[in-house]
């Protein structure tokens, strides 16, 4: 079992940084994929980034590809999202999300953090 808060988000003008940090409870955490998805209103969620268990790997959807960092801390539990280059799209409700070691899917999430870019 793997319970996941993140925090980090606020409001920032276009151009701006924002590092979101996801802390995990849970003795699975350094053994599984970890990802980072968001929904902005009246849209579908999203995937954004993914990083595997070692922290290696990383893969991004192709709209944040250079602007977007997903690292991990395993000695602190922890995922990040470093988001420099924000643009007004990139507004979101942000969620980490874990792997769970049996299905593989995604079966744990967060609550969120709000993510709002201004232009």
């Known amino acids: 079992q793997v319970q996941l808060v993140e925090s980090g988000g606020g409001l920032v003008q276009a151009g701006g940084s924002l590092r979101l940090s996801c802390a995990a409870s849970g003795r699975t955490f350094s053994s599984v994929g970890m990802g980072w998805f968001r929904q902005a209103p009246g849209r579908e969620r999203e995937f954004v980034a993914r990083i595997n268990w070692s922290g290696s790997n990383p893969y991004y959807v192709d709209s944040v590809k250079g602007r977007f960092t997903i690292s991990r801390d395993n000695a602190k539990n922890t995922v990040y999202l470093q988001m420099n280059s924000l643009k007004p799209e990139d507004t979101a409700v942000y969620y980490c999300?874990?792997?769970?070691?049996?299905?593989?899917?995604?079966?744990?999430w967060g609550q969120g953090t709000q993510v709002t870019v201004s232009s």
């Open positions: 999300a874990a792997n769970s070691p049996t299905t593989g899917q995604y079966d744990y």
